[in-house]
């Protein structure tokens, strides 16, 4: 027999009496976020016979640092922790499941299991399809006596790739289709609230108070608006993808590729005679070697299609130490022509895209994806801000950056883009190189 005794603040406890769909808890800096989600899960799990819980974080190291641990040492006589399967059993047939879902395709690992309670420990961490993926499992797992309504809980501060749809759903309250208002609870807990670490590290809200004004009114206040969301508030889904639709012969097509083992982006671009920037396919796949990811990108591209050139990442250049070869060496010797070089200066790569995304006087973008390339959608409003280059993109979570690396390597390749999306430029301006025909050389001209 082992006894738990907490002493929960009023927030904390607010928490714990919450019976919403969704429970968010937290929105600044020291308010008692991590115990409050430990200890709700281990009374549900105390409380509900045979009850299963999945209790999440980013990474394995912060699992284990925030979590692990401190149950470890809270529950040494209330259940066993078994490592291989990282999870805690209690004798009532209850168990508190611990993961973590570092790139985004981890959380597929999760489909097909059924939990009552999902716990995500700094929700903002997680993407919205990471979130959307684990709703799924949110049900009842058929091993309790008594049903038990699923429900999930989430901790969050502003900021990270989850900012906008945390602040859509608890923050703003603005919700979609089948999403309903009863059923998402947020309650704001502060550095102020927490009477332990008022009382025991009164310090720390001197050093909130030291931060950089908008990270501060974040961290410390709660400021959900002082953190800038998404890299490209520009990208809407309803303006900047459409049906696919068959491509005229006649539009010039290219191809520009960012390349890591980790995952392969690349992406099939058309214009049109209205210097509107189509994307029409695209190849995103891990664990690809170089001359496997030539041919993949080959038979991608169907038979007779004319391709001008495709545009690549700069270090596929860099010769490899075991072949002495350089990766664009070893793409082209597997079939892949015509590859370039692509103009890696990010901040000016992003303000063209940025320019792409605009709307035009015609009211339109001079950038249209085809809705069959998913990733590049998906990823695209995803990317954030750098906490360091005001003007450059994170390259954190790096699964998502791919996509939009190729798409910014697409884009300058091609030469400063001016007007608007319906207004074709005089032919000597643009060149599908990079660089525009000498003015005089009526045969470029032509060619062009």
Known sequence: MAEIIISPNQKQRQFFESTAR??????????????????????????????????????????????????????????????VQKEFRFPNGSRIKLGYCDAESDVLQYQGQSYEVIGLEEATHFTYFQYQCLTECNRASGNMDKPFPPRMLLTANPGGVGHDWFKRLFVDRKYRGNEKAENYAFIKSLVFDNDYMMKHNPEYVETLMALPEKRRAAMLYGDWDSFEGAFFPEFCHEVHSCRPFDI????????????????????????????????????????LLLSEAARRIKEMTPHGESIRYTVASPDLWNRRQES??????????????????????????????????????????????????????????????DDNVREDAADTPHEITHAPEALRYALMSRSPKTGSAGEKPPSYLYSFEGKPPEKNNIKSIIDY
């Not at 520009?256 to 214009?271: E, H, I, K, S």
């Not at 303000?351 to 998906?378: M, P, T, W």
Request: proline share 2%; net charge positive; with cysteine.
């Open 248 to 287: 005229p012969i006649r539009w010039q097509r290219f191809r520009a590729l960012d390349y890591g083992l980790d995952m392969t982006a690349c992406l099939w671009l058309a214009v049109s005679p209205e210097n509107r920037v189509y994307v029409y396919r695209e190849l995103y796949e891990s664990g």
């Open 22 to 83: 969704y429970t968010a808890y937290g929105g600044a800096r020291g308010g008692g976020k991590s115990w409050a989600m430990r200890m709700k899960m281990v009374l549900l799990a105390l409380s509900h016979n045979g009850i299963n819980i999945l209790l999440l974080r980013r990474t394995l190291g912060e699992l284990r640092e925030n979590h692990i641990l401190p149950l470890q040492k809270l529950l040494g006589a209330v259940a066993e922790y078994r490592e």
């Open 324 to 385: 002495g070869k350089s990766g664009a060496e070893i793409m082209m010797a597997a079939g892949l022509g015509g590859l370039k070089k692509a103009d890696n200066s990010r901040i000016t790569g992003w303000r063209v895209v940025r320019e792409y995304l605009r709307d035009g006087e015609d009211g339109k973008s001079a950038l249209c994806i085809f809705d069959c390339c998913e990733n590049l959608i998906r990823c695209l409003p995803l990317l954030r801000f």
